[in-house]
């Protein structure tokens, strides 16, 4: 069965840093490509980051580009998204999801497999 697992969120001080994973089971993740996404409370969900199947790629959404990484390890599975200077308006559920697609998209509509969502809070 196909299983997305994020992990790596918690509380953290405004400036701090905060690593997330994203495990994935059930399949190769050498052909997918894999999206980060947050839905902040009272908002819609919008996409954070993208990395393409090869690595090759990557995509930030332009308010969060200098202060994200997105990397991937496939021998390990997971995807990892390393968050740097955390605003509080970063303050989000955090959603890795994968798609068969070969290229990035930020479209949600593109990712048929969704983890279950990890915590980030940014507060002092």
């Known amino acids: 069965q196909l299983q997305l697992v994020e992990s790596g969120g918690g509380l953290v001080q405004p400036g701090g840093s905060l690593r997330l994973s994203c495990a994935v089971s059930?399949?190769?993740?050498?052909?997918?490509?894999i999206g980060w996404f947050r839905q902040a409370p009272g908002k819609e969900r919008e996409g954070v980051s993208c990395i393409s199947s090869s690595g090759g790629s990557t995509n930030y959404a332009d308010s969060l580009k200098g202060r994200f990484t997105i990397s991937r390890d496939n021998a390990k599975n997971t995807v990892y998204l390393q968050m740097n200077s955390l605003k509080p308006e970063d303050t989000a559920v955090y959603y890795c999801?994968?798609?068969?697609?070969?290229?990035?998209?930020?479209?949600?509509?593109?990712?048929?497999?969704w983890g279950q969502g990890t915590q980030v809070t940014v507060s002092s």
């Open positions: 059930g399949f190769t993740l050498d052909y997918y490509t």
């Open positions: 999801a994968a798609t068969s697609r070969y290229y990035c998209s930020a479209l949600e509509r593109s990712y048929a497999y």
